[in-house]
């Protein structure tokens, strides 16, 4: 394993002291990333968090029209309550705190825990679960939470920008998780810095379909194929769930370690895929958002824009992962 | 042994410590192989952390080294065992009387694992450190029926939640994140499962 770090049990706490070093406009205290400019009265507090290694995912995107904190924890792991409820008393402006969570069960027990503990402050929650390659079921712990994460976090957070309050903020960043889909593959697996090696070994020949963001097998392996095929494999996946139509958002994210060149491949395979299905892609986003440290992939996730949505995505935002006009 | 000290409770949470130290590597490859390979390192701090907070605020009843243990994994682990580990131990913290009987152990421990199920709505073959912990529960019930002593009693309950986690292998995961899996998850003993077989191990020794 080479990995530019110091120590593994030092990691997270390096990584985000240069977070805080390259962006002035991120405060960074007990392990909790903040605006500098703390709370605006009135405005609704926007609080996530989850498992270091999905960089820029969540401190990434704490600034204007996203995040008031983000609360990394542990690589792959999810934060503490303690974190959480620190975080959720710092950013309230009055207006109460609404938590964006993927639904993982350590991110969801974790959360629910700070929700309870925390006093004087209002809080809403919404589960990110976006993922058609586990089934919601009992025989689960349903769907995770993946790339829809940044689309709930960049709408919701337009519309707490604008002084909605928590009630209708809440309302929408669940429409948005209701209307988006995901689906990843992976060409390789990825080496936590604690275990030092592959979480699972991938042949040359094989990818796996319907992985998350934790480096977790997927449901089943297939043969390595065209950027062409495994596109289609994530597109049918989602279209099966979810028929594709009118106005769409469309992410192609990079898992980490797959040059941006690919994913643009890929990303023509889509649009073609959505074309062929007489969809629009309407807004698009291509890039490394949602990663899973170093592993060679891409998610696809898709959502079902309308008007009012497209005009929340659209609004202007200024994070150190996604920024534009302002 | 009649009953159970501060001492006692403090060595098992020791014990525990140095099991899950030596095992660690073993528990995060059991979760590499169905999970996202953290279980052992994060298990690990958060004991780490226990033992540290026992020493430096030393507990005088066996409820405190309890609620102690219990607040600490869940502040401190994260991820899904810290909160689940630690409402076990919070929860027998509340139901614990003293002196500590075998039979009011028993008694406690079982609150204990009915919180964990309650909070991560695991049932029994789920595949989950339940699996582990329901099988040592009755074990310490039907000791404290049949009026085995307490030294043995451990030692069945231990016995019990080792094979209750080997028989996880066979098992399809339906909770945490090995469910994502389907049906590759069958074949692979549960970390969780391990982990909560090597907490009572920890009780065996220490009433040894």
């Known amino acids: ?326 | 042994m009649d009953t159970m000290d501060t001492g006692f409770f403090v060595a098992w949470f020791e014990e525990a410590a140095r099991l899950v130290r030596r095992d660690r590597d073993r528990l995060t490859e059991l979760d590499a192989a169905i999970g996202d390979a953290d279980h052992g390192t994060n298990l690990d701090r958060g004991l780490t952390e226990v033992t540290k907070a026992l020493a430096e605020w030393p507990p005088s009843s066996p409820v405190q080294v309890l609620s102690s243990a219990g607040a600490t994994l869940i502040r401190r682990v994260g991820g899904a065992s810290g909160p689940l580990y630690g409402s076990v131990f919070r929860q027998m913290s509340k139901a614990l009387d003293t002196p500590v009987t075998l039979a009011g152990f028993a008694a406690a421990f079982d609150q204990g694992v009915v919180a964990l199920q309650r909070l991560g709505k695991a049932a029994l073959g789920d595949k989950t450190m339940v699996d582990a912990l329901t099988p040592a529960s009755r074990a310490l019930a039907l000791a404290v029926r049949d009026g085995v002593g307490a030294r043995e009693a451990f030692e069945q309950a231990a016995r019990a939640a080792a094979e209750g986690a080997k028989a996880t292998i066979p098992l399809q995961a339906r909770k945490g994140r090995a469910s994502y899996l389907g049906e590759r998850s069958v074949g692979h003993e549960d970390p969780g499962a391990a982990s909560a077989a090597l907490f009572m191990a920890a009780l065996a020794t220490a009433a040894a």
């Not at chain 1, 639904?103 to 629910?112: A, I, S």
């Not at chain 1, 592959?198 to 094989?206: I, R």
């Not at chain 1, 958002?249 to 990079?254: E, R, Y």
């Not at chain 1, 890039?287 to 995505?313: E, H, P």
């Open chain 1, 1 to 326: 394993m080479k990995k530019l770090i110091n120590t593994a049990d030092t990691l997270v706490e390096d990584a985000l002291n240069g977070m805080a070093a390259a962006h002035p406009s991120l405060r960074i205290r007990d392990q909790v990333v903040y605006r500098a400019e703390g709370p605006r009265h009135g405005k609704v507090g926007l609080v996530s968090g989850g498992g270091s290694g999905h960089e820029p995912l969540h401190a990434g995107f704490v600034g204007y029209g996203m995040l008031d904190a983000a609360c990394p924890g542990e690589v792959f792991t999810s934060p503490v309550p303690d974190q959480i409820i620190e975080a959720t008393r710092a950013v309230d402006g009055g207006a109460g705190v609404l938590h964006i969570v993927k639904n993982y069960t350590g991110d969801v027990l974790n959360f629910e825990m700070a929700a309870e503990l925390v006093e004087s402050v209002e809080v809403a929650s919404v589960l990110v679960d976006d993922d058609v390659a586990v089934q919601d079921s009992l025989y689960t712990a349903g769907r995770r939470g993946t790339g829809a994460t940044l689309f709930v976090e960049k709408m919701a957070g337009a519309l707490a920008e604008e002084g909605a309050p928590l009630a209708e903020v809440a309302r929408v960043a669940g429409e948005v998780d209701e209307r988006s889909r995901s689906f990843g593959i992976a060409l390789s697996s990825c080496t936590t810095p604690h275990a030092g090696k592959p979480t699972f070994d991938l042949p040359d020949n094989q990818v796996e379909l319907g992985i998350g963001i934790h480096g977790e097998p997927g449901r089943t392996r297939a043969p390595m194929a065209s950027a062409r095929e495994l596109a289609a494999i994530a597109m049918e996946a989602i279209h099966g769930d979810m028929p594709l139509h009118g106005d769409l958002l469309v992410m192609v994210n990079g898992m980490g370690g797959t040059p941006l060149m690919e994913l643009y491949v890929v990303f023509a395979e889509v649009a073609s895929f959505v074309k062929g299905k007489g969809a629009r892609v309407s807004r698009s986003l291509v890039g490394n958002y949602v990663t899973s440290l170093d592993m060679q992939g891409f998610s696809v996730t898709v959502c079902r824009l309308d008007d009012a949505l497209t005009r929340l995505w659209d609004a202007p935002v200024e994070t150190p992962g996604l920024r534009w006009g302002r």
